[in-house]
């Protein structure tokens, strides 16, 4: 906890770069590669290479420049994903179908080398929907189960191409306020979460991301309407039975209701590896050692004041993916599901995640848009924060728009995250003190960064029990029409900007289907940072434990 | 061996080899997303962004799951909660029986001043909805006038019981004889009848105990009167008073002396006009057989004592029938929970009938009886009296609006609620009210009634009329 309850949040959104202050990798390299090729030319060809030179840099400037709609070079990016997306037919997803898969493949086979134009128009057609039909849908790609047996914790196996394995496992959890509590129990709460967040975060922890996320959905009776069937006296007046049913329309209506959620992910690391083999051979140990870790986390939830914490099945959490892309389907209906079942039929629009599905309750078919943004810490407003700062995006009376809130949370051990809030501070001091030292005024900006700089390392200090926390937030919203999530993403920005100090949202354009899944409780979308040399050579040094100590 | 027999044997053996149900991502079906794997480095597939630099200590605020549901969803709907908008599922019956407990004692107290929807609450909440529910009843002590009837007349009658209306002019009141095998159930007999007359004569003497000589008297009038109707009819409470004052032909009165049978008959005497003059008072109400329209038998049962006289003892003579006949149904139909209103009650908790409300009280578990006390303020109830020992064991709180911050500060301490909810319950809008159940904190709740329970439970009947004529 913060000592007078107040935290601070954004400010500074990446660790600082080799010329100090926030520069992005893409401007270092460009600028670099243009220093070392003007150097070396310069005495052969003279000042023109000179000149040349310099409007690279200049250019290189100017693409990298970040600007409320990012920057010309991330927005090339981004029409050249989509353009090659089209071109590869990704844009579309069909879940896999065995029996159709085999049925088109042979059609292919057969029709090799027709010559029939009818034919030909086919096959591409073919080839297109074979190429749609893909196992897992864009936001869960490369996601099988470590573990999806009925009853027990669902584990999910993650192994992405071009990106770190892990497991995940989402706790369905009760919401740490009720009603109307005083201050010091708002603080109190957010002290047990942080300390939840500190004891997982040391070297020696498997655990490295944390997703907190809350689903925010209209309100669904069916659980109470299910607990008065069953306790229904059958002669009640049929008028008192129609009221009581008004009654749940009634309290329904317009109201958004949370249903709360925490992700653990544990990347598959050679310490994972060496850690499960205690436990068992191969992937018996990976669960084994998953039963411990969940219990533990289980135990660290309901330390920290979580309310009801309840790991999810497999089927659980395909039943929570699957109303998150089409919300028609009530959250925890799992009639008829496999784990696997963990898409719907959907398109891409550049700016939207469209799912063609049904209800299941009406059998009509139903379409839903999605669209995903991120939250980086240096689009907030620096200010100082209380733990209900986030109140009014999860039930603020203006938003009555189907939203889901997940930030992403990297614990950093105190050692590596003190020797980078060390290193930040000495560069940012040194910015500053470069920027005043002609009798100037200074940059708000440095200073912002020197001032967050400074106190990630008082938190940090000997003693204090905490670590580091690199953190991402995303945002999707949900909406039955383009007109209509047009309108909620205006809405939900303007309340980002105006309530929660979030000055812009960084909306995940052109794989807007891939974004979607960095809100579904799979723990997708964060990057860890890779290790400092100094903190990768302790690593080596420190070895994966004796074979033969206990754990 | 049949096919469908196969696939079975086929499946087990899946299951057998695979019981964990595991699935590689690495061998995934179908076409893949990800065609290059530099491409899904760089982060082309999917987002892959980095975070940003903070601390254990600041991420504190980034937990989403900071909102809770106050209640499940078993339970009576009441409304909505005005922090999270989920309903608010809850009654003491349900809370009571679940498990773990919810509550630990199924009363419930409803307070708050006039205006505030507190009744329009009691009517839908606490007796019309939980009888939709198997093995629920209610009983009601309706006091407050509607016109020429309690103002559960109406839902009474909706829920298929016509209320037992009583009245002093004797012309249109239900007559109830306490000494009637209806009214005292069970098997209780005379005893149960005995108590019924202590009570009474209590009421009449506005709460003056009997005694020693006084109390033989009643039992031995009450036992001369059964012994001389044992073959016949139903005696009433005029056959009893004869036999006040006699002493019976009974060996436990041989060794009495002269000095001491003197002082049982001036004993009896005095209780024979004590209940004389409550006999002349009421005749309508307590002479005579039990009117043949009271039907005590079904779910809802409404004792309408809104035109009783508030100044005399009638009101708390049919209350204290009432709660012999209702005690004796608890006791000979057993697995049915009884919810009994006490609306506009705070006499009754801290008035003449205390003591047996507070009987009630005890026995309220073991019967199935919950309890509601509906009252204004907690400045109804004397500091040390017994009331508000009866109001602060109650675990399911629902306090409407309070003007006075001296009463909201009543409610803040005798309920427990955060300090900041004086101001709260001082600024309710009407139909809001806080809820707190149990050790749970409290919510700000919006009582949500359909049209059909509008209709039936407006009080304001009179002002309505005006405001429509005045338009």
Known sequence: MSDDGRYYLGGEGAHRGFFGGRVSRERTIGIGAAVIVTMFLTPAFGAWVLFAGLAVIVAIFMLTMNTHRGSILERRRRRQRWKSRRTAGTDRFIPFDGARWDMLTDALNRTRKTRDKAEKRARADWQRELLAMRAVPDGADGMGWLQSARGVPGIAWHGPSGEEPYLSVAFALGGQLRGLESASTVRTAADAFSRFLANRAPEGSLLRVLQPLTRVLPADSALQEWWLMNNLDETAPADAMRSYEEVLIKTGQGAMVQRHYLVGRWPVTPQFVAAARRYGPDRDGWRALMAVEIESVVRGLTEARMGTVEPLTARGVTAVIRHMQNPSRPVDYMAGLTPMDLGEPSHDEFSAHIVDSVDPETGQPVQWWHRTAAIHAEDMAVAERTPLWLVDALVGRELDIVRTLSFQIELVPAAEAKQAAKGDVVKDMADQLSETSNGQIGNDETSTRVIAALRRRADLSAGSHHHGANWIGFVTVTAPDREELAGACRRLAEVCETNLGIERLDWLDSYQSAASGTTWPIARGLERRKASFSAAAMNVLAGRGEKEAIA | ?471
């Open chain 2, 1 to 471: 061996m049949s096919e469908s027999n196969l696939t079975r044997r086929q499946q087990q053996a899946a299951v057998d080899e695979n019981p964990a149900r595991e699935v590689s991502p690495y061998e995934l079906p179908g076409s893949q997303l990800r065609g290059s794997y530099r491409a899904a480095r760089r982060g082309l597939y999917a987002p892959k962004l980095t975070g940003a630099p903070s601390t254990t200590r600041q991420a504190a605020v980034l937990n989403t799951a900071l909102i809770g549901q106050p209640t499940g969803t078993q339970g009576i709907a009441n409304g909505r909660d005005q922090l999270s908008h989920t309903l608010i599922a809850h009654d003491p019956v349900t809370a009571y029986n679940a498990r773990p407990r919810l509550v630990s004692s199924p009363n419930t107290v409803v307070a708050g001043g006039v205006g505030g929807g507190k009744s329009s609450f009691v009517k839908t909440v606490c007796v019309g909805r939980p009888l939709l529910l198997k093995h629920r009843r209610a009983v009601v002590f309706d006091k407050k006038p509607q016109g020429e009837e309690g103002e559960y007349a109406a839902i009474a009658r909706a829920y298929g019981a016509d209320p037992l209306r009583f009245t002093v002019d004797g012309s249109s009141s239900t007559r109830l004889n306490l000494l009637d095998p209806l009214i005292v159930r069970n098997g209780a007999g005379a005893a149960g009848t005995y108590r019924l007359l202590h009570t009474i004569v209590r009421i009449a003497r506005e709460n003056a105990r009997l005694t020693d000589w006084e109390e033989e008297s009643v039992r031995a009038a009450l036992t001369l009167t059964l012994a001389q109707f044992e073959d016949g009819r139903t005696p009433t409470m005029s056959d009893v008073l004869p036999f006040l004052g006699r002493i019976p032909n009974d060996s436990k009165y041989d060794d009495l002396a002269p000095s001491a049978r003197d002082l049982l008959h001036h004993a009896g005497l005095g209780v024979r006009w004590t209940l004389t003059g409550l006999l002349e008072e009421y005749a309508g109400l307590l002479d005579g057989e039990t009117s043949e329209t009271v039907d005590l038998t079904g779910k809802l049962t409404s004792f309408d004592i809104s035109q009783l006289p508030n100044d005399g003892p009638a009101v708390n003579v049919v209350r204290a029938i009432g709660n012999e006949w209702m005690m004796g149904r608890l006791r000979g139909e057993r697995g049915w929970a009884t919810t009994v209103v006490y609306e506009e009650g705070w006499d009754m908790v801290d008035g003449p009938t205390a003591h047996l409300l507070k009987s009630n009280q005890k026995l309220s578990r073991a019967l199935g009886l919950s309890n509601v006390f509906v009252f204004h303020k907690g400045k109804d109830i004397a500091p040390d009296s017994p009331g508000q020992t009866v109001i602060s064991e109650a675990q399911s709180i629902y306090m409407f609006r309070q003007d006075r911050p001296e009463d909201a500060a009543w409610a803040v301490r005798t309920f427990d609620f955060e300090p900041s909810t004086a101001d709260v319950l001082q600024r309710l809008a009407p139909g809001h009210f806080v809820f707190k159940y149990g050790s749970q904190p409290e919510v700000e709740v919006q009582h949500v009634r359909s049209e059909w329970e509008r209709e039936l439970t407006d009080t304001d009947d009179a002002m309505q009329v005006t405001a429509e004529d005045a338009g």
